[in-house]
């Protein structure tokens, strides 16, 4: 399994910007993905999931700006960021689930996201 994120970059506050990871191996539709980040100092924490019954979840810091829409057929999960904030500024990861019967999560590099003020 590898999954490619890509679509990081330099964006001014109040901007948006697309993330995307492109799934390949076993990963299909009926997978959970999302994207986690982790900004300098911080800990990785959650961002938006796409789970396997189809709900889309965020978190609270980015509920009514991000969204996390999926194409099943390019097997692509993506990361919409608008009125992006420079406490947005991390790595953000790209993560699939490996199964129902197994805990483990597959993880992609990380692409880069930093907000000016």
């Known amino acids: 399994v590898q999954l490619q994120a890509s679509g990081g970059g330099l964006v001014r506050a109040g901007g948006s910007l697309r993330l995307s990871c492109a799934a390949s191996g076993s990963i299909t539709s009926r997978n959970a993905m999302g994207w986690y980040r982790q900004a300098p100092g911080k800990e990785r924490e959650p961002v938006a999931l796409f789970s396997r019954d189809g709900a889309t979840h965020c978190s609270d810091s980015v509920k009514g700006r991000f969204t996390i829409p999926r194409d099943n057929a390019r097997n692509t999960v993506y990361l919409q960021m608008s009125s992006l904030k420079p406490e947005d500024t991390a790595v953000y990861y790209c993560?699939?689930?490996?199964?129902?019967?197994?805990?483990?999560?597959?993880w992609g590099q990380g692409t880069l996201v930093t907000v000016s003020s």
């Open positions: 993560t699939a689930d490996r199964g129902a019967l197994d805990l483990r999560w597959y």
